[in-house]
């Protein structure tokens, strides 16, 4: 059983293939959505994704992970292993200007089932320093944070060393507010020893890429809690018209297209690609 952490809310060189690219999922759509219309595109008009396509170390196209369009599983769990521990302190930054190991940052966003936002969620963190050893008497390379109202976060670490028996790693728990707790791990694309690593799930690959000196990587978290629609502004009466890209529609909007009536979902600036028929996440029939 999950030990339960308690919940007090208070580029240059990279690591991706670009054998193939994936199908948008409704929460990559979200996130473009939350950007208002800023997302960068991929060269194929799609949105890019906190997880682009990763290899496990070989040449494997790997599903889009997680994904919670229409029912999909939420992120997978993973064992706690034996180096947790409770009452980490509350941090973004499990560094100092003088850690030794390559600085990381690993940022995202975490969705429950139907693909909005969580907030308020905590994300409890642990990991191997760049020696692979873990601070069992203090709480170095440990720490818990909040995601912001977007549903938003963001650790600043290094990249965590190799020990016998592993791959690289760091662990997580996340939770949220009032919901389970989910721990499971985070991996590093194109590493040796993800094929021989028992543990290793290449469905919690991050998407990582050289930045500087350092290295970025991606991760988006689907919990496994029930949404429900949140309060929408009063819908266009009457109707917004025939759908058109360079729009900005808010939540709640009728437009038709195609010659079908359909509801905006979420509010969001309106480009070519977007049509109600392609994005369920932001348009609905009605």
């Known amino acids: 059983m999950d030990n339960a952490t308690p ?5 240059s060189g990279t690591d991706e293939t670009s054998a193939g690219r994936r199908r948008i999922s409704r929460k990559g759509l979200l996130k473009a959505a939350m950007v208002a219309g800023a997302a960068p595109l991929l060269a194929g008009g799609g949105v890019a994704l906190a997880r682009d396509t990763v290899s496990s170390g070989g040449d494997v196209l790997l599903d889009p992970t997680p994904q919670c369009d229409d029912g999909d599983d939420p992120t997978p769990p993973q064992m706690e292993g034996p180096y947790f521990k409770p009452n980490s302190p509350r941090r973004t930054s499990l560094v ?15 969705f429950g089932r139907s693909c909005r936002p969580v907030s308020g969620a905590l994300l409890d963190f642990w990991q191997a320093d760049t020696n692979g050893s873990y601070d069992m008497a203090q709480y170095a390379f440990r720490g818990h944070q909040f995601t912001g109202a977007d549903g938003s976060f963001s650790l600043t670490t290094i ?31 194109n590493e040796p020893r993800n094929n021989t690593d028992a543990l290793f799930d290449p469905r919690l690959l991050m998407n990582v890429r050289n930045a500087g000196n350092g290295r970025q990587g991606t991760f988006d978290f689907v919990l496994d809690v029930a949404q429900t629609p949140g309060p929408t502004d009063p819908p266009t009466d009457p109707p917004g018209g025939t759908w058109a890209p360079g729009t900005s ?8 297209y195609g010659g079908v009536a359909y509801r905006c979902r979420q509010a969001h600036q309106a480009m070519t690609g977007w049509e109600p028929p392609n994005v369920p996440a932001l348009w609905e029939r009605g």
């Open 96 to 110: 100092t200007s003088g850690t030794p190991g390559v600085p990381l940052t690993v940022s995202g966003y975490v």
């Open 7 to 11: 919940h007090d809310p208070d580029a």
């Open 159 to 189: 990249v965590p060393g190799l020990y016998p028996g592993r791959t690289r790693h760091i662990h997580v728990k996340a939770q949220a507010p009032g919901g389970r707790v989910l721990t499971t791990q985070l991996y590093f694309p």
């Open 249 to 256: 529609y808010r939540a709640g909007d009728r437009v038709t």
